[in-house]
């Protein structure tokens, strides 16, 4: 007799099958691109050995009642040649299946992944102890030298990364030290931090989290900037004291539209460039990576919409990895996200470093344990409210569409940086460079690096790309050696490669 | 690898324009590092819309056969044929849609016709066949259908269990039929609650921390 394990979905999961639709599958995909043809049966055999180690990972999607829960099954995964668009549905109501999948074309290795399941970095884990396995096996020779975790990956905020300079990267340390964490189905880091024993829990994690000077004294040097800079725009426009998910009511939100693709796949384009160019051009700018490229992004919306017309706000949602302020080896969602928006002046003046250090100003101070755990302990309070516990699920997924629907109509963009990828070796030489990409409602790019290799991956649920033209071109205007790898998507680019 | 110039930026893949500005490229093509995936179109959606315009027909034909009357003189051949049109097409639409779940699309399906067969009757002026037989032997048919299926599908206990659990439970149901006076005769009412009450017994022994767990599962608030 078999009976299954299972846990609840934690608190950031649910708004994702709420909000799913068939062009926005709440799907996101970390690719590797390696130095030769993948061999789909040491693929196989690598699977088959990370799978043993990531219980999360067999968990199916069930229906309750009230919640949706995830449970322990006997299911495997088959590794497949990639046959379907990127980011393509994974889970359809009712039915038990695997929560990711593994694909792979001709150099490239993909991990896909329904959001409910994990978050970028809990996919990075799997992705870095898969690429490892194969490298292991594809490559025999090099299987000597093994360290069995990845190393310390960045976060979902490149701001807060290892490449900056200002960085309160605290647990880069912490995570190296450990031991390998378990990724077991059990783990919910939300609910470990900010539901029960709230009060002591969340205090002592918070002690912990605030306690590093380097954290505090990062805080306060960018703050002390920031206003030393004359940089009134953010730090006028969005005080730190402020409700940050509250965009200001007077500013009218610009919102990107375009005509959307024939079957409702999403379009990708990715931009592969140098970090350290990248790099070198944001700290000259004085922003961190992340507030640069989002800088980037809007001001190519900006030109590519033809000067916004009377919509002259842009906001964008930047997720930011909880575990580097509470510690948790949780391979399920833990993030949080901050909101960010920048008005643009009529006359278009602004250069998009001043906008990227507007943004960070206004960014860094919702970046920190102090502002963010009130922000998620605020969610789980009104998860966990008993009127809203027993209403029915279905009529709970109708009010988060619907909230969601409406936060939407705030953001004109959204963007994720998951910093940079340490790979141990076997891995780490043989790949290539590593990609990360998510489906999309609106415009968004998911920015990753690997060695000197930083690549940013468009995706919209549209065909035009003027943005991305605008970006590539402002890019390479900086300086910066970009190539562009685009799918085809519209009848007529598929045309054109027709047998 | 090929070049835009206008976009000062190098092309992967055997594009012939460039796919940000569509101008020619130049240089050599190289392999693309990404599968073309021809156009591919979901019916998912025109079957859910049809799936939805078909119930809702149905329910309106429920609706207004209680409108029509309900003496049997007032329920000609037409309005049995139409009633009978509605249900076979329900309990199709129904059967398919729980086909990969067939615990559970049992219990749905027997609460379903339980329910189109007390209204049938009532419609038809009440002669009581709904309570009497009906109910009774198809309560008695979910139970040893199930039974069946346990035995011969590899099935998932825990999920298994609750629905089995739940159709016994219906299966005693017909006790307050006997009790209340409602059959006219006693004889189908009376099999089904032993059947019932043997599997209850059975299930008792053998499944109920499965029950349990798959209820917790379930209700957790």
Redesign the interface.
């Known amino acids: 007799m078999t009976r299954r394990t299972w846990v609840r979905l934690d608190n950031a999961s649910n708004i994702f099958l709420a909000a799913r639709t068939e062009s926005d599958t709440k799907v996101f995909r970390l690719s590797a691109e390696m130095d030769a043809e993948v061999d789909p049966g040491m693929l196989q055999e690598a699977l088959d050995a990370v799978f043993a180690r990531y219980p999360l990972y067999r968990a199916v999607l069930r229906r309750g009642v009230f919640w949706y829960y995830l449970q322990d099954s006997d299911l495997r995964p088959v590794v497949e040649p990639e046959r379907r668009p990127t980011c393509a549905a994974i889970y359809q109501d009712g039915r038990r299946t695997l929560l990711f999948r593994v694909i792979h074309h001709r150099r490239r290795i993909s991990l896909e992944v329904f959001h409910a399941l994990s978050d970028g970095t809990g996919a990075m884990w799997f992705l870095s102890d898969l690429l490892v396995e194969y490298a292991r096996r594809r490559y025999p020779a090099g299987a000597t030298d093994e360290s069995g975790r990845p190393g310390e990956q960045g976060d979902p905020s490149a701001s807060l990364a290892a490449d900056d300079a200002a960085s309160p990267d605290t647990p880069d340390a912490a995570a190296e030290g450990a031991a390998p964490p378990s990724h077991a189905l059990e783990t919910d880091s939300f609910a470990h931090y900010f539901r029960r024993r709230r009060p002591t829990a969340f205090q002592e994690a918070f002690a912990e989290a605030a306690a590093p000077a380097a954290l505090t004294l990062a805080e306060k040097a960018v703050r002390a900037e920031a206003s030393a800079d004359g940089d009134t725009a953010g730090a006028s426009r969005t005080p730190s004291d402020a409700d940050p998910d509250r965009p200001s009511r007077r500013a009218r939100i610009h919102r990107v539209r375009g005509t959307r693709t024939p079957d409702g796949r999403t379009r990708a384009v990715e931009l592969t460039m140098p970090a350290s160019q990248l790099l070198a051009a944001s700290k000259a700018s004085g922003a961190s990576p992340t507030m640069y490229l989002t800088a980037l992004f809007m001001d190519a919306v900006r030109e590519s919409s033809g000067g916004l017309g009377g919509a002259r706000t842009m906001s964008a949602s930047v997720p930011v990895n909880l575990r580097q302020f509470f510690p948790s080896t949780s391979a399920r969602n833990f993030f949080a996200t901050i909101r960010v928006e920048h008005a643009f002046s009529p006359d278009g003046a602004e250069a998009p470093e001043e906008v990227a250090r507007a943004l960070e100003a206004e960014f860094r101070p919702q970046a920190s344990a102090a502002a963010l755990a009130p922000k998620v302990a605020r969610f789980i309070r009104v998860e966990r409210s008993p009127l809203l516990r027993i209403v029915p699920r279905p009529l709970k997924d109708l009010i988060l569409g619907w909230l969601n629907a409406a936060s939407n109509r705030k953001l004109s963009l959204a963007v994720s940086n998951l910093g940079r990828l340490r790979l141990p070796e076997p891995a780490a030489s043989h790949v290539r460079r590593v990609l990360f990409q998510v489906s999309a409602a609106r415009p968004q790019f998911c920015a990753i690096s690997h060695g000197d290799q930083m690549t940013v991956t468009f995706t919209s649920p549209f065909t035009q790309t003027g943005h991305v033209r605008a970006f590539a071109r402002s890019l390479s205007a900086r300086g910066i050696d970009v190539s562009v790898t685009a799918a085809r998507v519209t009848e007529a680019e598929l045309e054109e490669v027709a047998p | 690898?090929r070049r835009?110039t206008e976009?000062?930026?190098?092309?992967?893949?055997?594009?012939?324009r460039?796919?940000?500005?569509g101008s020619h490229l130049v240089g050599h093509p190289s392999?693309?590092?990404?599968?073309?995936?021809?156009?591919?179109?979901?019916r998912?959606?025109l079957l859910r819309i049809l799936t939805v315009i078909s119930l809702v027909l149905v329910a309106l034909s429920f609706v207004v056969q209680l409108w029509l009357g309900h003496r049997p003189s007032e329920f000609g051949a037409v309005r049995s044929v139409w009633l009978g049109v509605c249900t076979m097409w329900l309990v199709a639409l129904m059967a398919l849609r729980g086909r990969?779940?067939l615990a559970r699309s049992t219990l749905t399906l027997l609460v379903l016709a339980a329910l189109v067969c007390t209204y049938w009757d009532y419609l038809t002026g009440w002669h009581r066949w709904s309570l009497t037989f009906a109910v009774p032997i198809m309560c008695g048919c979910a139970i040893i259908a199930l039974v069946i299926l346990e035995h011969v599908m590899r099935l998932?206990?825990?999920e298994h269990a609750l629905y089995s659990a739940l159709t016994v439970l219906l299966g005693i149901v017909p006790i307050l039929f006997l009790l209340l006076g409602w059959v006219t005769t006693p004889v189908p009412s009376a099999i089904c609650v032993v059947l019932a009450l043997l599997s209850l017994a059975l299930l008792q022994l053998e499944r109920a921390?499965?029950v349990r767990?798959e209820l917790a599962?379930?209700?957790?608030?």
């Open positions: 690898m835009c976009c000062a930026v190098r092309i992967e893949g055997n594009w012939s460039c796919p940000l500005c392999p693309d590092p990404l599968p073309s995936v021809p156009l591919r179109f979901s998912r959606r990969r779940d998932e206990v825990g921390a499965d767990d599962k379930k209700l957790h608030v």
